[in-house]
Nanobody, 121 residues
Framework: QVQLVESGGGSVQAGGSLRLSCTAS?????MGWFRQAPGKEREAVAT????????YYTDSVKGRFTISRDNAKGTVYLQMNSLKPEDTAMYYC?????????????????WGQGTQVTVSS
């Protein structure tokens, strides 16, 4: 396991932007973000993997969110544009040793504490 420190959440109006950051205490093959809205299950948002730099997004955020990674800093970023009220959730950074495109929860060994994102209409 590694320690994950998140930042960048906040409140914004619909159509606005936010950038989330997550720094890991040690490198991990895959890093990314999940989110959980009140009364709903946690869902995967975006993941980036090392070496290839491949990125994966859930359909609802494609074209609006961009995940990137600074390996030297051990930091992953989630740039969120054109935010919608339905993006409102607690966002959790997740890191792990492998990535299964069929099941994004596999391979995760570390979770951040979460950062709140609230989008008002």
């Amino acid at each position: 396991q590694v320690q994950l420190v998140e930042s960048g959440g906040g409140s914004v109006q619909a159509g606005g932007s936010l950038r989330l950051s997550c720094t890991a205490s040690n490198g991990r093959f895959r890093m990314g973000w999940f989110r959980q809205a009140p009364g709903k299950e946690r869902e995967a948002v975006a993941t980036i993997v090392a070496i290839s730099g491949g990125t994966y997004y859930t359909d609802s955020v494609k074209g609006r969110f961009t995940i990137s990674r600074d390996n030297a800093k051990g930091t992953v970023y989630l740039q969120m544009n054109s935010l919608k009220p339905e993006d409102t959730a607690m966002y959790y950074c997740a890191a792990g040793t492998f990535f299964d495109v069929a099941d994004w929860t596999r391979g995760i060994d570390s979770w951040g504490q979460g950062t709140q994102v609230t989008v008002s209409s």
